[in-house]
């Protein structure tokens, strides 16, 4: 912030006056650091495709083609968009305390199922009632998948990183286990899966659009996720315990439940990202539930620096990507794992473009120094160590 | 057929037979990556991009052995590979205010990513494979014969874990290497160079959990296919923990986990295939049961380096 009571500092000194006010310059500076991340991850990806026989001009022309060129693309960019949403929230809500969950798509698998199950259940009562109970046991039980990772990482010191991934792998075992045992539909031969939970009781379209409803359950859990992380009590100590749990402690947070309370809303949202896959796309549970959404949402949420307003438009993009993969595959012949290269790629680029935060004195305080500027979000070392 | 008997003649027996065989079998890539990232985080860093190593490991063996014909030349490129992906990776993590565990992530899914891409030709052709050593010579039934077919790498393993033992605990690499790992100011002052030993020792790990990528593409299951590892290199990264950062303890959790990984393939061949992919989990349960058995919220493991992120 410009000092206002030293006017005469700064107006003999031109080289310190700074663009706006210092959340604007911090916003400007993550803006222009992701935006260069993302051009550089782009220029290596145009090598990469060059060596791999392609012209990159031609590839991102494509790319741009096969997710925001037309309304049709532009709509299958949506529909991936939404559950992106969902699981990158998943990443994002833990992390602002310090934790990094990576097992998104595990929550997604038991949600679903979850979601399938409460389906059949509730078949032959109304749409409305099947779809409620659908979203409620989704949230929950992806909730509670997730909420045990971080209740086994405050209470018994097992890393979540790992943990959130072992309950992926458990998770599409159990998934599995079930669509191929006691939850089979005997008319599923090729591909086992539960009953159809009814065509009727299927989450529908956005009028006007070729988009499901899904979609509006994403926009609406980062704003949600915005509200209770960004402006409630309850995420202005989550910021503390991230920041420093000792402090968080000794001022009386209950860190151990807030952690596991994110964790829960985390999963919750990543279970409903399952549900919408139920409940809008295949209308059962099966194989199918293993998306890979779960996986880019740790990259949307890395991207968007775990603020859930961002997640928004970061989803939307790494969705057109996803949708773009199939134009790809037609018009050059590239295998289907391109996308998954250049998300890796992205993901490297924007790592190590944590380095240059404070490197530029542009977007710099007039007094402090550059060293000093706080790290905001997942990227500085989470100086966690819940006790 | 000829198992099918076997199986009938073992009876029962072939349960403890077929895990006894699948941990020896089994356990060869966990003990490579597990070796590799033990390795690595004695010097302070995590290496989560060790599942993404592996994978791709495993992708420019098969291809190696594919091209020249040599599976040896394969696990040699392997390595070379994962070195040069460990490299990465501790470059990345020298820079300031870059994450290690994030990093990690973020090679895990480009690795893994990558190999899908380079390795789409060679999902069909047949590569030659890695030889192994039949000791079962003797019997006459099937099961144990091939229950005895033993890998040189896994040989290799058995020679590798003490002696990564011996140089982390009695050379003066293993000091400076630990020296690191403990205190990264001491090692400064010292006059070492932080960030070289941990390239050093992450590209060490890199190359060894190539080479047990190399093992499951040229050896077990033996073909490359996009299905091939399912969470081996990061369960390798919770073993480390359970191992206690100890080379010979790896080893011995290694066939703890082969054993797991092969109770529900060896349930299957005697006829017991209910809940077959349930028992798919045993592995990450025990892996999970593990950590939770042997973490602790409240102090630091044994053995557990000071710098390192992981355990914190």
Not at chain 1, 34 to 46: D, K, M, N, Q, Y
Not at chain 1, 74 to 89: H, V
């Amino acid at each position: 912030m410009i000092n206002p009571a030293a006017p005469a500092a700064t107006a003999t000194a031109p080289e310190r006056r700074r663009l706006g006010g210092a959340k604007a310059r911090r916003l400007a500076e993550t803006l222009s650091i992701r935006s260069g991340a993302v051009l550089t991850a782009l220029l290596i990806f145009g090598v990469f495709v060059a060596i791999a026989g392609a012209n990159p001009l031609e590839v991102f022309y494509e790319m741009y083609r096969g997710s925001f060129g037309s309304s049709f693309s532009f709509q299958n960019t949506l529909l991936r968009a939404a559950p992106l949403m969902l699981t990158a929230l998943c990443t994002a809500l833990p992390a602002k305390l310090g934790l990094i969950i990576i097992g998104g798509e595990g929550a997604a698998v038991v949600g679903g199922l979850a979601a399938a199950v409460t389906g059949l259940g509730l078949r032959g009562t109304s749409p409305w009632l099947v779809l409620t109970g659908m979203l409620l046991a989704g949230f929950a039980v992806g909730g509670l998948w997730i909420g045990l990772a971080g209740w086994l990482r405050v209470y018994r010191g097992v890393n979540e990183t790992i943990s959130s991934l072992l309950l992926t792998y458990i998770a599409i075992a159990l998934l599995n286990h079930l669509v191929e045992g006691p939850l089979r539909d005997a008319t599923s031969l090729n591909k086992p899966s539960t009953a159809h939970i009814g065509i009727d009781n299927m989450l529908h379209n956005i009028p006007g659009l070729d988009v499901h409803w899904g979609l509006v359950y994403g926009v609406v859990a980062c704003v949600v996720a915005y509200v209770v992380m960004d402006v409630s009590v309850f995420g202005f100590g989550s910021s503390m315990v991230g920041g420093n749990v000792r402090a968080a402690q000794l001022s009386g947070l209950p860190v151990r439940a807030m952690t596991v309370i994110a964790c829960l809303l985390g999963g919750g949202a990543a279970g409903v990202a399952g549900m919408v896959e139920v409940a809008a796309v295949h209308g059962k549970a099966n194989a199918s539930l293993v998306t890979g959404y779960g996986y880019t949402g740790i990259l949307v949420a890395f991207l968007a620096r775990n603020n859930p307003l961002a997640i928004i438009p970061v989803a939307t993009l790494l969705g057109g990507i996803g949708a773009s993969s199939g134009l790809l595959q037609r018009v050059f012949n590239l295998p289907d794992a391109t996308v998954s290269v250049f998300q890796g790629i992205l993901f490297i680029v924007i790592l190590a473009g944590e380095t240059l935060y404070g490197r530029f004195a542009i977007f710099q305080e007039c007094a402090a120094p550059p060293a000093t500027k706080p790290a905001v979000g997942n990227s500085s070392t989470p100086s966690q160590a819940v006790t | 057929m000829e198992t099918a008997a076997a199986a009938q003649a073992l009876g029962l027996w072939g349960v403890p037979l077929g895990v006894a065989a699948g941990a020896v079998r089994v356990s060869t890539p966990f003990l490579f990556v597990s070796l590799g990232e033990c390795v690595t985080e004695k010097s302070g860093r995590v290496n989560l991009g060790l599942e993404g190593t592996l994978v791709m490991g495993a992708m420019s063996a098969y291809a190696t052995s594919y091209w020249t014909g040599s599976p040896w030349l394969g696990v040699l490129v392997a390595g070379l590979t994962g070195a040069l992906l460990g490299g990465l990776h501790a470059s990345l993590c020298a820079m300031p205010r870059v994450n290690d565990i994030a990093v990690g992530i973020a090679l895990m899914l480009f690795g893994v990513g990558l190999a899908f891409f380079l390795g789409k030709p060679f999902i069909k052709p047949i590569a030659p494979h890695l030889p192994a050593i039949p000791f079962g010579n003797w019997s006459s039934i099937s099961q144990v014969r091939s229950a005895l077919q033993v890998n040189v790498l896994f040989l290799v393993g058995l020679v590798l874990a003490p002696a990564a033992a011996f140089m982390l605990a009695r050379t003066r690499w293993g000091l400076v290497l630990r020296t690191v790992g403990e205190s990264a100011d001491s090692a400064r002052a010292m006059g070492y160079d932080v960030n070289r030993v941990r390239l050093v020792s992450t590209m060490a790990g890199g190359f060894l959990a190539g080479v047990g990528g190399s093992f499951l593409s040229l050896f077990y299951p033996g073909s490359w296919n996009e299905g091939l590892s399912s969470g081996q290199g990061l369960m390798a990264v919770a073993l480390v923990i359970f191992a206690r950062w100890d080379p010979v303890r790896c080893l011995w959790a290694s066939l703890l986990f082969g054993a797991a990984s092969a109770l529900g393939p060896a349930l299957q061949s005697v006829g017991v295939t209910k809940g077959y992919y349930l028992f798919n989990a045993a592995p990450y349960v025990v892996t999970l049961a593990i950590m939770i058995a042997t973490s602790s919220a409240k102090r630091r493991l044994p053995g557990q380096p000071a710098e390192l992120t992981v355990a914190r």
